[in-house]
């Protein structure tokens, strides 16, 4: 049972334009979440976090939006650059001592000249 | 330099054999995570570390064991039960404390003949 579900697996966006990555969860314990962005045969690496007393988190081009009745959050590049193509990956933990950190199947996203 | 350091990036071993994975960290993380990655199934845990001498099973530990002598290890053991061993292997820590990201080595890519 995904608890942490991208359910687009790919998105294309026109460089200069907006990129919206969608994540939503089923898991109602989570209260942080993080989104990371990875490049072919590397490690993720963070870019941008929420916790759960948010609705919006933003640094420079990023923005990450919350919707906790939802269980949906997104997050948003703009403008988008060539730099940007890659897969990114939302994840989430919960507060308690076991908080693993689940992560989606992420979402590759691709930046067009 | 902090980090968190993989070893090797590629491996090649026979089918059968058992082979060991090597994850350190020097960031004095409490927290240690073993990820497996393959294509369109995003990152899957496969064994998650809170503290020195304990581990827990993630969603796909079988076929896998861990041990955690000292803080800055959590070695990874692919076993011969594993049965589909082929994929990219992605070590991560975190500090224990809620709200913090995991940091990932740069991964290694098993491959087995």
Known sequence: DQQVKQ??????????RISILICDYTNSMFDYFLWYKKYPAEGP????????????????????FLNKSAKHLSLHIVPSQPGDSAVYFC?????????K????????????? | DGGITQSPKYLFRKEG??????????????????YRQDPGQG???IYYSQIVNDFQKGDIAEGYSVSRE??????????SAQKNPTAFYLCASSDARVGTEAFFGQGTRLTVV
Not at chain 1, 51 to 60: A, C, L, R
């Open chain 1, 7 to 16: 359910n687009s697996p790919s998105l294309s966006v026109q460089e200069g």
């Open chain 1, 45 to 64: 690496t963070f870019l941008i976090s929420i916790s759960s007393i948010k609705d919006k988190n933003e640094d420079g081009r990023f923005t990450v």
């Open chain 1, 91 to 99: 994840a989430a933990s919960s507060m308690n001592r076991d908080d």
């Open chain 1, 101 to 113: 950190i689940i992560f989606g199947k992420g979402t590759r996203l691709h930046i067009l000249p």
């Open chain 2, 17 to 34: 054999q058992n082979v060991t994975l090597s994850c350190e960290q020097n960031l004095n993380h409490d927290a240690m995570y073993w």
């Open chain 2, 43 to 45: 990152l899957r845990l």
């Open chain 2, 70 to 79: 000292k803080k800055e290890s959590f070695p990874l053991t692919v076993t």
